[in-house]
């Protein structure tokens, strides 16, 4: 039987000028859908501090058949509308095959 790896993605959407917030609508939009999804470990939107017009997608998947079901679903349009509509500059996709499983800690605040 073959090994199952948790794996994941990362989208770097850097907004054109003046459209930060139109991106970051679009974008919350897929939140809930994909935390809905089969297989779906976690996924996060997150605003860089250094950079309003820059935003990372984070998605971490039971493996590769759950990561692969969500690149083929309708949730990823949205990159077609942002980049359809021009409202981004650019977009870095990414995928990852976690190696080595670290739990994530909780720290008292």
């Known amino acids: ?3 199952s790896h ?3 993605h990362t ?3 850097h907004a054109r000028a003046g459209y930060s917030a139109q991106v970051q609508a679009c974008l919350r939009h897929v939140i809930e859908p994909t935390l809905k ?3 779906c470990l976690h996924f996060a939107l997150q605003q860089c501090d250094s950079d309003p017009l820059m935003w990372q997608v984070a998605g971490f998947w ?3 058949c759950a990561m692969q079901a969500y690149f ?3 949730v990823m349009e949205v990159y077609s509308v942002l980049l359809n509509e021009q409202m981004i500059e650019r977009l870095d996709f990414q ?3 976690e ?3 670290v739990p994530m800690q909780k720290h008292a605040g």
């Open 6 to 8: 948790c794996v994941s």
């Open 11 to 13: 989208t770097r959407v």
């Open 37 to 39: 999804t089969p297989g």
């Open 62 to 64: 039971r493996d590769e």
């Open 72 to 74: 083929n679903s309708s």
């Open 1 to 3: 039987m073959p090994q």
């Open 99 to 101: 190696e080595v499983a």
């Open 95 to 97: 995928t990852f095959t």
